[in-house]
């Protein structure tokens, strides 16, 4: 045994002590690996625990929805929710910005290898700010007729279940059930409520402050009726011009079309479009057709071909005529 080694270790060009270590090294590593392995296998297979909200997660959570995370809108228990996919948050957890929003925010964890990346982004489900789904059938176990849940689906717009397996693969989804800060919502309630307030109190308003709000309500009555009545008009002055100067003319001719509000006024006047009419089917010229064909009887050569062309997307090609018997030159010359 001993010999066995002494000529391994002159192999290599090592002494014995040192190629008994290089052994205890190898060993050791391919024990760690293997190790790593098993805990990686346990943390696949051991669901995640949810538990309350943390102070790092809601601050992942506000930084992750601050980023353009290429979110599309699905369907999660009949809610429309926003569902991300797992690649562009770990993408935007190793951004600079993340960086710059450490520096403010020190309760964001430090990210430094795919471990504390992946750590990072799973306090997000621990702390049911973001679970992970999977596409389904919204009528699946239903038990339909063949035929009965044919509805209109909108393009694109996923219906999802939550996995109780919640995994960190860049390929996955996960739904947000976080929606933010509340701060504007609450703003713009307090800003409603008011507002009805206001409302409500207008015989308790000063007089001043009356007065105004009814010449207020004036201007805007006569603004409507002004609209109306030059409505009135141009129709008028449309029904004139069709018979006077066809094909007639408008009065701001985009007043009623799908544009802006200054667009709705330029051009100031404009003719009538006419509709357009179909395609014509093309026609040969008979002038051109005569004169091919006499010329080709004059000098005893084949008439050519005629096509016809139609709306179908074939061309018919009629088949060459028989040519019909010519006057010979010398004929033509003995006449003269």
């Known amino acids: 045994m001993r010999k066995q080694i002494a000529a391994d270790a002159a192999k290599h060009g090592l002494t014995v002590p040192q190629f008994l270590e290089k052994l205890r090294q190898q060993q050791m590593a391919q024990a760690q690996a293997q190790q790593q ?52 948050a770990l993408r935007a957890l190793q951004s600079p910005a993340y960086e710059k929003a450490r520096k403010k925010n020190p ?10 990346l992946e750590n990072t982004f799973k306090l997000l489900p621990l702390s049911l700010l973001a679970l992970r789904v999977t596409k389904t059938d919204p009528h699946e176990g239903h038990n339909h007729a063949p035929g009965a849940h044919k509805t209109k689906r909108v393009k694109g717009l996923w219906t999802v279940k939550i996995e109780q397996q919640q995994e960190c693969k860049e390929e996955l989804h996960f739904v947000w059930l976080y929606e933010g800060t509340q701060i504007k919502q609450k703003l713009y309630a307090v800003g409603a409520l008011a507002l009805v307030f206001a409302v409500v109190m207008f015989p ?29 008009f141009r129709l008028i002055l449309f029904c004139v ?15 009623f079309e799908d544009v802006g509000f200054f667009d709705s006024f330029r051009p100031v006047w404009g003719w009538q479009e006419e509709k357009k009419k179909g395609k014509k089917k093309s026609k040969p010229s008979g002038g051109s057709a005569n004169a091919a064909s006499i010329g080709a009887a004059m000098t005893g050569q084949p008439a050519p071909a005629s096509a016809t062309t139609t709306t179908a997307p074939e061309i018919a090609v009629s088949k060459p005529k028989k040519r019909a018997p010519a006057p010979q030159v010398e004929e033509v010359f003995d006449e003269d």
């Open 241 to 255: 011009t069709m018979f006077a100067v066809p094909p007639g003319l408008w009065l701001y001719p985009n007043l």
């Open 107 to 116: 309760l964001l964890p430090e990210i430094t290898d795919r471990a504390s």
């Open 204 to 232: 308790l308003w000063p007089m001043k402050l009356r007065l105004g709000v009814w010449y207020l309500s004036m201007g805007m009555l006569g603004l409507i009726g002004l609209f109306f009545v030059m409505a009135i």
């Open 37 to 88: 392995a098993q805990q990686q296998a346990q943390e696949q297979q051991t669901p995640i625990a949810p538990g309350p909200p943390k102070a790092e997660a809601l601050a992942v959570a506000n930084f992750l929805r601050s980023q353009d995370l290429k979110m599309r809108t699905c369907i999660l228990s009949g809610q429309r929710k926003d569902m991300f996919k797992v690649k562009r």
